[in-house]
Each structure stands twice: as C-alpha cells, then as structure tokens.
C-alpha cells in the first residue's frame, strides 16, 4: 500500500460515499452545495504577491481543485492532477522522463496509447519503448536505462489482464516507476496504488465522467513529494489543462460511479452470459466469466468487471457491419465507458487505418461491446434479434 495524506471525510468511508463527497464541500462565499464553475482565468491579489492560494486558471482553479481531490481519494492516492484528456495525462507521465530512457509496456494497450508512444514520445524525446506480454517473465528485458513500465489492465480491445502486485514487486526492487492505466475499470473495481503501483492514468472520458459528455483525463500518485513536484510543473508549463465547465461536469459524473459501476457490472455480466450461448459467434471474452485465460488475477485485484466484454463474429467485415446495423438500443460508436450501450468493431473503426504491427494482435472479425446502464433483457433482447435476421 502507498502511503496517502488523510481523507477530509475520514480514511474509513466506503467508496459510494467518498463518490458523493471527496474533495467537495460547500463553497466558502455563498455556501453554494455544488462546487460552481469557476470560470476565470485569473484572481486577484489584495496586495502584489498576496492571494489566497488562486493566481491564474492554468495553475490552479478551484473547480478543477475539487475534481483533483476527488480522483485522489477514489483511487486512494494523496494528489491527482487533471488533464485535457487521457493522452494528455499519458504525455505529461512520459515528461518525467529524459532522452534515452527506456519503457516496458504491454503488449495490448489502448490504440492511441501506442500511438503517442511510437509516433511522438519515440520520435521527439527519444524514448525507447519494448511492448511485451507482461504475464510471461519479462526481467530479461529489464536494461540499465529501464525507467518505467506501462500496463494496462483489463486491455483495450483484448481485455488482457495482468498481476499488479507481481509487477510493483518487480519494478521496486529495480527502482522502476509503474503506471497503471486504470480507465476500463475504474477505482470503484481497482485501485492499483493498494497494489503498490506508483501512478494511476484514467481516461476520464470513459466510466469516470460516465455520460459521453467531456473529454478528460488523470494521474493520481501515492505520497511521493519528488513526484508531485515534477508533475505540478509539468501540468503548469505544458499546460495541457481542462477547462472548469469540463471539471464541473467530471465532478457531476463521479457522483454516481458507484451506483453506474454497480449495473455496468450486473448488465457485463448478464450480457457476457448470454454471449456464451450465441452460435454464430465464438470466444466471448470477459473477465467475470470462466474461461478468461486471467481471470483468477482478476478475482484476485477487481471487485467488479465493469461492461467491456469483446467476442469474434463468424463472418466477413461486411456481415460484421450488416449485424451492426440492425441494433436499435446499441449505438456504433468509438469510445466506452457512458451510460449508453455502444459496439464497436475495431478492424472497421478504432485501428482502421492502422499499420502498426502492434495492432495485428486484433482479430479483424472481433467486436466489442460497452454495455451501459439500460435494462439488460433490452439489451439481451436486441443482440438476439440482431443475430438471428
Ligand atoms: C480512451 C482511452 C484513452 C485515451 O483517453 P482520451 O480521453 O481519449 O484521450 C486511454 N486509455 C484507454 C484505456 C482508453 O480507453
């Protein structure tokens, strides 16, 4: 476990209610219950150098202060600091890095994730990265420049699943800093920092904000003051912030993750279930479900296996899209995480114009599902009607 600071609304509380209240309390001026948006770029000194701790909205803002507070105790880590976006927060992690230095990472990783590291960070900061099946023994790999290692986990679009616990023990011994991607399960069923992972990264876009509305991201840290401090001046002079409306509706989200992350995970596993039983259809792949090649790591480190379920369909792209169309409740739609039920085939859409050979891990006939919050026979109702015409 990492060492936190003390919760505001005690260190006991249970996850739902630390949804409802970290980092919020009534406004100071007005008493207002909801944290406003604070939408002003900078704040005024009563003397030159005298403010009360607010100076300029890139540097800090009080809205996106309540989000970061938030996250923080979600994830059960001490500071988190808010981004314009997932890759943002994935970026801004990879700054912490110098020239030369070398990233381990897995080998299934969200598409735009491999991107930002191949095209950007590989080319313009010179950062080596080896991308491997970190459940095999990946030690050998492990050079003198080794400074960070990346997992995901459960993986977009593979659901792949890998052993926190193992991983920080690892990279401990060799000083190795581990950033865990945490978006598709969310702190309600993981939170890496109890397993000793050192950065959590969230696309807060997905499950966090829940309702297909904001782009953002995260990083949240354990106490690590050298860290945070890299990190502060990272958010500050890059810059890549959000905006307070952004902050206000995350915040907004997060009320209800618990609640949400409760049906995503009764619905995954409804819909996943009934999956199993389709014929035209084979490897239905879901953590909650026997058969998952991780699932007892999953048992061990998730309390729930959110609505992320992927399968492979018998058939040709164009059959693969015919089925599609013929959905009425699920959208065909990138992204995952909302209250809305949404499918998507990533050969056809997400890594369509992709060459990398990271991607030829994905099957071309393989379809993924975000299950969202509607009654699951609706949803169970509407697949099976797909199928059958
Ligand atoms: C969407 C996603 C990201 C990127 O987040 P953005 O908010 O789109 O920048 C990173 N990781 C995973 C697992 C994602 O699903």
Known sequence: MVKRKKSNIGDKTHFETKAVHAGVKPESVTGAVMTPIFASSTFAHSSPGNHKGYEYSRTQNPTRKALEESLAELENGSKAFAFASGVAAQSAILETLKPGDHVIAF????????????????????????????????????????????????????????????????????????????????????????????VVNHSTTKYINGHSDVIGGCLVIGKNKSLEKKLSLIQ???????????????????????????????????????????????????????????????????????????????????????????????????????????IESPALMTHAYSNDKEFNQVPKNLVRLSIGIENAEDLINDLKKAFKR
């Not at 819909?271 to 061990?300: C, E, M, W």
Request: net charge positive; glycine share 8%.
């Open 107 to 198: 080998d299934d990783l969200y598409g735009g994730t491999f991107r930002l590291f191949n095209e950007i960070k590989a080319k313009s900061a010179n950062i080596e990265f080896t991308f491997t099946d970190l459940n095999k023994n990946f030690s050998k790999l492990i050079k003198k420049n080794t400074k960070m290692i990346w997992i995901e986990t459960p993986t977009n679009p593979l659901l792949k699943i890998t052993d926190l616990k193992r991983i920080a023990r690892i990279a401990k011994k060799k000083k190795i800093l581990t950033v865990c991607d945490n978006t598709f399960a969310t702190p309600y069923n993981q939170r890496p920092l109890d397993f000793g992972i050192d």
């Open 236 to 342: 500050n002079s890059v810059g890549a912030v959000p905006s307070p409306f952004d902050c206000f509706l995350t915040l907004r989200g997060i009320k209800t993750l618990a609640l949400r992350m409760k049906k995503h995970n009764e619905n995954g596993l409804k819909v996943a279930r009934f999956l199993k039983t389709v014929k035209k259809i084979s490897n239905v792949t879901y953590p909650g479900i026997q058969g998952h090649k991780q699932r007892d790591i999953a048992q061990k480190q998730m309390n729930g296996y959110g609505g992320m379920i992927t399968f492979l369909y018998d058939g040709t792209l164009s059959e693969i899209a015919k089925f599609m169309k013929k959905l009425k409740i699920f959208t065909i739609a990138e992204s995952l995480g909302g209250v809305e039920s949404l």
